[in-house]
């Protein structure tokens, strides 16, 4: 029936779709795709012939109005990603907000999300975490967005490349502390899946010293601040800012 489908596909291995997920894009009108010859394997894979348009950072903007006067019209659409949960460091939010906007049927569909799937294998406290997304990409900006969680209690999920990951590793440990405890979990549901939990120091040293750890998608899991005495945090404050 009519409405906006925000629905999670596999983020590596192909078995990871759910029925229901199956189903629903096999009958909806259109799936909008982050990228439609990237989801072209997933959806040739399992015989499903829906129409495909292309719904990306770039021109999500552009596609909306007339999305939502489809599903005004009763159309159904179901929204992929190239991987894993829509909207989790993928688009889809500006869609789904004028969906919601505009009183349409906006349903989940859930399955695979790397950060939740790496959240419920590391080893690290699950009871409450911060999902912080992809750390920025220039050194600066990188290394005060830790700063701003630095001494955050809850367990900190963040995303990285191939590209990035030695770099981000080596900051958050200058910025977090050497000892501070991190799990990489890296290619999820994947052949060369494989998990690391150590020292960020540690972690530094390993990644950065073997090519073949360097491949692949990453999670990076870092272990919440230990609570401080109270009165040290304004100590410290202080003494950061005699020191500037
Ligand atoms: N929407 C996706 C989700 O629900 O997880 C995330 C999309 S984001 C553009 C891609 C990033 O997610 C990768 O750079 C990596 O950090 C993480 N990721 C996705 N698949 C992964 C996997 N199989 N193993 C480890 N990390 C993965």
Known sequence: ??????????????????????????????IAAEDTRHSAKLLHHYAIRTPTLSLHEHNEREQLQSLIEELRAGKSIALISDAGTPLVSDPGFHLVRAAREAGLRVVPVPGPCAAIAALSTAGLPTD????????????????????????????LVYYESAHRIVDSLADMAAVF????????????????????????????????????????????????????????????????????
């Open 1 to 30: 029936s009519a409405g906006l489908y925000v629905v999670a596909t596999p983020i590596g291995n192909l078995e990871d779709l759910t029925p229901r997920a199956l189903r629903i894009l096999a009958q909806v009108d259109l």
């Open 177 to 244: 502390g050497a000892e501070r405890r991190a799990v990489v979990a890296r290619e999820l549901t994947k052949t060369f899946e494989t998990f690391h939990g150590d020292t960020l120091a540690a972690l530094h040293a390993r990644i950065a010293s073997d090519a073949n750890e360097q491949r692949g998608e990453f999670v990076v899991l870092v272990h919440g601040a230990e609570p401080r005495p109270a009165g040290a945090l304004e100590r410290e404050r202080l003494l950061r800012v005699l020191l500037e």
């Open 128 to 155: 409450r975490f911060v999902f912080e997304g992809f750390p920025p990409a220039r050194a600066q900006a990188r290394r005060a967005a830790f700063e701003a969680v630095a001494t955050e209690p809850r367990t």
